[in-house]
């Protein structure tokens, strides 16, 4: 079966509007995923851009971390449309055999929440293949090496010895670094020897990384 890995980076909608927030906090504005065979090759690759509909400006904190500005998004489609033209790719000409990864909960999070803002049926077949198919990677990831404490992407990269390919907070390369801790993770047999260093690497004296969740709590005291 094949494996998709996903990523969405999202900006906050305005607290002052209250009835939406109370729906879903923000919106994807870029998808990025890979595709990998059951070898671990990475057969394809997706990335869009997503035009909000809730705001008008990008969050500075966002900007900062994912180089997206308002511009960018302009000519970009709705999220209803974005998300069908990934649940196509993602399909493969209607063949639903695939399990679907994202690192850590937010993803699932922040996408069942905006398919309940803008109103997708997700009972529809494809999508709810989708949804019952969709695993948090970084607690897999995690659960396997033992590690009482999820740590972020890069940390988890890094930890390993590897570099972190590309830009982070890109949603393709944040999903092509996932895949690439998927692949390493078959090789159950190398993971002992790296769990004392990831272990150490949990305790930190200072957060591992600035994140868009840190954004969107920054985001509250700017409207």
Known sequence: MKAVFVDFEMNPIGKKQK???RICKGEIIEIGAVKI???GKEIASYKEYVRPQYTTKMNATCQELTG??????ADAPHFRQAFDHFLSWCREENDDDYEMYAWSENDWHQLT??????QLDMTESAINWMLTHWQNFQQIYCNLLGLDNVI???KAVSTLG??????MHDALWDARNTSKLYTFSQKKNTLHDMMKPIIAATKPAE???????DAFR?????D
Do not use: N, W, Y
Request: charge should be negative.
């Open 19 to 21: 009835e939406v927030r």
């Open 37 to 39: 065979d059951e070898a």
């Open 68 to 73: 997206i500005t308002m511009d960018m998004l």
């Open 113 to 118: 929440c905006e398919m309940r803002l803008k």
């Open 152 to 154: 972020s992407l890069d």
């Open 162 to 167: 590897e570099t972190f390919d590309g830009q």
């Open 207 to 213: 957060p591992l990384t600035f994140s868009l969740a």
């Open 218 to 222: 920054t985001a509250r005291h700017q």
